[in-house]
């Protein structure tokens, strides 16, 4: 362990997303260090799941809400909640998301606002809920956003995801300046790949659109990320360590970016018939998270 294990003791963190994947990852990282932790997600049997299996290891750390974060009342009603249940957060990662690769000329309005609302609207429904908290109480607060490097890149065929994480990434940098005064800080980290098991449904569904912005070889360090090195960069954020840091992104990509294949410009060869097979594949995954929301 890089960290003490208890320097996030008197922490209490709220992870949108955290169920699954890189959330749940790092929902198991700050409650190992010593901090409180909420989980949210759509999904109340994979949330419960996630929090009894961190709860094994870390003890009764992980509490968890199922809540659709595109929905402003249920946001705002899920955080009074949290305020009379728990006591303040000291922190919130925005991480929850929605993707799928799709070439953009054939994307319905729906599937645009499916990427779009998840991303930015639920990022800014859930900082804007903790944020008005810490200012009316006088409490110090730190956010972290989940983003990725296509901030500065763009991707083709990803074009919701990477217009709205380019949405939070001006969230940052915006409330950055105007809640510092409040001692509220933001700031942002842009992984590389870090294989998932729903990303990669919707982001690889099928072998013909396994390109570079998901393969190890692509990266120059020439492997993925790994979840304690996110966790750890994560967790500085959301102490006290980083107390003068506000306004940052920082990347962790093993260089991925800087030598350009981390976009999914290598679809361009994707015929129409291979794009139907890559559209069923990843509606079949995504169907059956589906069939278990509560929300
Ligand atoms: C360098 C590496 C970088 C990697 C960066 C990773 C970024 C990520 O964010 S990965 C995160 C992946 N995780 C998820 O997506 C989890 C959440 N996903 C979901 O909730 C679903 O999978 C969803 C994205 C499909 C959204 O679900 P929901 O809001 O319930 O939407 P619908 O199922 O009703 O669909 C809305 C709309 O979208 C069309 N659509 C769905 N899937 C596809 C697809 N694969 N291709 C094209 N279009 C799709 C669907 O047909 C609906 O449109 P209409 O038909 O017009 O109604
Ligand atoms: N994996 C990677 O390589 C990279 C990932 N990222 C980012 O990291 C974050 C996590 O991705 P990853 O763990 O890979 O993917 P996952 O699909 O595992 O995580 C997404 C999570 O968001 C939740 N979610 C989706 N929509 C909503 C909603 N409307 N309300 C509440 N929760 C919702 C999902 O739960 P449920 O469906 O139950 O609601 C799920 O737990 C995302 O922001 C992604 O963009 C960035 C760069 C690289």
């Given at each position: 362990m890089l960290y003490d294990k208890n320097c996030l003791a008197g922490k209490r963190i709220l992870i949108t997303g955290g169920g699954?994947?890189?959330?749940?990852?790092?929902?198991?990282h700050m409650a190992s260090h010593g901090a409180e932790v909420v989980i949210w997600g759509?999904?109340?049997?994979v949330l419960e799941e996630a929090?009894?299996?961190i709860n094994a290891?870390?003890?009764?750390k992980v509490f968890f809400q199922a809540v659709d974060i595109r929905n402003a009342e249920s946001v705002e009603a899920a955080m009074a909640d949290i305020?009379?249940?728990?006591?303040?957060?000291?922190?919130v990662v925005n991480n929850a998301a929605a993707n799928f690769i799709a070439p953009t000329k054939d994307l319905s309005p729906r599937g645009y606002e499916a990427i779009s609302s998840t991303v930015m609207d639920g990022a800014f429904f859930t900082t804007q809920a903790a944020g008005r908290r810490w200012i009316e109480q006088g409490l110090k607060g730190?956010?972290?956003?989940?983003?990725?490097?296509?901030?500065w890149t763009g991707s083709p065929y990803v074009v919701p995801s990477s217009m709205a994480?380019?949405?939070?990434?001006?969230?940052t940098m915006s409330l950055a300046v105007e809640w510092a005064r409040y001692g509220i800080r933001l700031n942002a980290v842009a992984p590389g790949p870090f294989p998932t098991d729903y990303a990669w449904e919707?982001?690889?569904?099928?072998?013909?659109?396994s390109v570079g912005a998901t393969q190890a070889d692509q990266v120059p360090m020439g492997r993925f990320g790994e979840m304690s090195e996110l966790g750890n960069l994560v967790l500085l954020l959301l102490s006290d360590g980083a107390d003068y840091i506000t306004g940052e992104t920082i990347c962790i990509d093993g260089g991925h970016h800087l030598a350009a294949p981390s976009t999914f410009a290598g679809l361009n060869s994707m015929t129409d018939a291979q794009w139907a097979q890559a559209k069923t594949a990843a509606k079949a995954a995504s169907d059956k998270a589906k069939a278990q929301r509560s929300v």
């Open positions: 699954t994947g890189i959330g749940k990852g790092l929902a198991h759509r999904r109340t049997q929090a009894k299996e290891e870390c003890g009764e305020w009379e249940k728990h006591g303040a957060l000291t922190g730190s956010v972290v956003s989940t983003l990725v490097t296509w901030i994480k380019a949405a939070v990434h001006a969230m919707m982001l690889n569904p099928t072998e013909d659109s």
